[in-house]
């Protein structure tokens, strides 16, 4: 997993010094539609009513006009800046289409602060995801967005492993608003029933819900308003250009769980109390409010055999 920038203000000018971020101009060309997806995240964070509570982490961000200070600084926090930098980020399709150096030099014209935001938002990501071809996507999810989604650090990953020796394991969907990702993919998927972060009720008490069907989880993730980019200029562009065309996106999580005792299953609705027991595998994008099959059963056969198939060689082989 790619290590996350450390926020400490001594840390981030180090970092932006030494030119440690620069590596996100080859995350732009090889991973556009990761980076674009990163990007919609953000500004669903941003936009979101509760963005004081799960935009977290808050941007670390050196001024690029002045080098000794901070530009978004968590300790003083600047959400109408922030929105206005992100605001001016490029499609990243369109970023694809000239070089770096080019790329760099229009997202400069627009805010001087775009460009550094865009390297932060990649650098800060702490998940391994990919976007998986075709031949590697399961088709009964109905959408193109697919992506493997490995969000848990090493060490949670091998305490899961060795848990899964003990106790085995199977598949079910973890349902969120596209708000929370954002934290998610830089903090892990976390227990948050009766905490701050809790936006649905926990009826079936403390910890992580998933289901095996697909259309309880998909009731979990809501609509949010969002796109990756809104400024006039980029606005103005043919729709076919971005990755995500609309404004209002959907998405979900497909997990494995340890099927050990501490699972409680009380009918479709499960709830894992132990965090390191649940992993992310995949996520799933939908636009315009779309959903795939309400109907999926993560426990019949066919299912878990088109699971395997695809998740057999991205994981497991290592």
Same mark, same amino acid.
């Given at each position: 997993l790619?290590?996350?920038?450390?926020? /400490?203000?001594?840390c981030v000018f180090s970092f932006y010094t030494l030119g440690v971020m620069s590596g996100a101009a080859e995350e732009v060309a090889t991973g556009a539609e990761?980076?674009?997806?990163?990007?919609?995240?953000?500004?669903a964070a941003l936009e979101s009513p509760r963005k004081s509570i799960i935009f977290e982490p808050y941007p670390s961000v050196v001024d690029p006009s002045d080098p000794k200070t901070?530009?978004?600084?968590?300790?003083?926090?600047?959400?109408? /800046?922030?929105q206005k930098a992100l605001d001016s980020v490029m499609s990243i399709r369109e970023m694809t289409q000239?070089?770096?150096?080019?790329?760099?030099?229009?997202?400069?014209?627009?805010?001087?602060?775009? #460009?550094?935001?865009?390297?932060?938002?990649?650098?800060?990501?702490?998940? #391994?995801?990919?976007?998986?071809?075709?031949?590697?996507?399961?088709?009964?999810?109905?959408?193109?967005?697919?992506?493997?989604?490995?969000?848990s650090p090493p060490a949670k990953e091998a305490r899961f492993r060795t848990a899964k020796k003990l106790y085995g394991s199977t598949f079910a969907f973890h349902g969120s608003h596209i708000e929370n990702w954002h934290s998610v993919l830089r903090n892990g998927l976390v227990n948050a029933s009766y905490t701050k972060l809790?936006?649905?009720g926990a009826a079936y008490g403390k910890g992580i819900y998933l289901s095996p069907i697909s259309s309880i989880s998909f009731g979990y993730s809501g609509t949010?308003?969002?796109?990756?980019?809104?400024?006039?200029?980029?606005?103005? /562009?043919?729709?076919?250009?971005r990755f995500l065309q609309s404004r209002n996106?959907?998405?979900?999580?497909?997990?494995?769980?340890?099927?050990?005792?501490?699972?409680?299953?009380?009918?479709?609705?499960?709830?894992?109390?132990?965090?390191?027991h649940v992993c992310t595998r995949f996520f799933f994008v939908y636009e315009d409010?779309?959903?795939?099959?309400?109907?999926?059963?993560?426990?019949?056969?066919?299912?878990?055999?088109?699971?395997? /198939?695809?998740?057999?060689?991205?994981?497991?082989?290592?």
């Open positions: 790619p290590p996350a920038v450390c926020t /400490r203000e001594l990761v980076v674009d997806l990163l990007v919609a995240m953000c500004r901070l530009a978004f600084n968590p300790k003083k926090k600047n959400y109408e /800046r922030l000239g070089s770096y150096l080019e790329i760099k030099k229009q997202m400069d014209k627009l805010d001087p602060l775009a #460009h550094p935001l865009l390297q932060w938002i990649i650098s800060s990501n702490r998940s #391994h995801i990919v976007k998986l071809p075709l031949s590697r996507q399961l088709k009964f999810m109905h959408t193109s967005h697919q992506f493997l989604l490995l969000s809790q936006l649905h949010i308003l969002t796109c990756v980019l809104s400024c006039d200029l980029c606005s103005s /562009r043919p729709i076919q250009s996106l959907n998405c979900i999580a497909l997990c494995e769980v340890i099927t050990s005792k501490d699972l409680q299953k009380h009918g479709n609705i499960w709830v894992c109390p132990v965090s390191d409010g779309q959903v795939g099959d309400a109907n999926i059963n993560t426990q019949e056969p066919k299912i878990q055999k088109e699971i395997m /198939r695809v998740i057999g060689t991205q994981i497991y082989s290592s």
